[in-house]
């Protein structure tokens, strides 16, 4: 935030110190403020996209650990490592997450 604040700010200092070619100089700036918005850009999306799929494991974490025994443990039913796959699979379907995340990541996006 700084660092851009600081680039903007950076061409009313240097503009009456140009004697000529200012437009180049402006031109040059314009080109810098782009790039480097461009890439805090680029890193913010990486860093939103990573903290959708946390969001998602904790959900479906939080999900798995509330539901996990009363989907596999019915009286007189023995439990099979497919019954428990197929349990955490739906588990992780119906978690909802899809569901908090279209919520959620409105308020996380730049546009």
Same mark, same amino acid.
């Given at each position: 935030r700084n660092e851009m604040n600081?680039?903007?700010n950076r061409i009313n200092q240097d503009l009456p110190t140009i004697g000529g070619g200012k437009t180049a100089a402006i031109q040059q700036w314009i080109k810098s403020v782009t *790039?480097?918005?461009n890439r805090y850009k680029a890193e913010h999306k990486a860093m939103l996209k990573?903290?959708? %799929?946390?969001l998602e494991l904790a959900l479906w974490k939080? @999900? /798995? =650990? =509330?539901? !996990?025994?009363? &989907? /596999?443990?019915? !009286?007189? &039913?023995?439990? %099979?490592r497919g019954r428990q796959k197929r349990a955490r699979k739906e588990i992780c379907v119906t978690s909802g997450a899809s569901i908090v995340i279209k @919520? &959620? /990541?409105?308020?996380? *996006?730049l546009e």
């Open positions: 600081e680039e903007i *790039q480097r918005f990573d903290a959708t %799929t946390l939080a @999900n /798995l =650990d =509330d539901n !996990e025994g009363g &989907v /596999l443990e019915k !009286e007189g &039913v023995r439990t %099979t @919520n &959620v /990541l409105p308020f996380l *996006q």
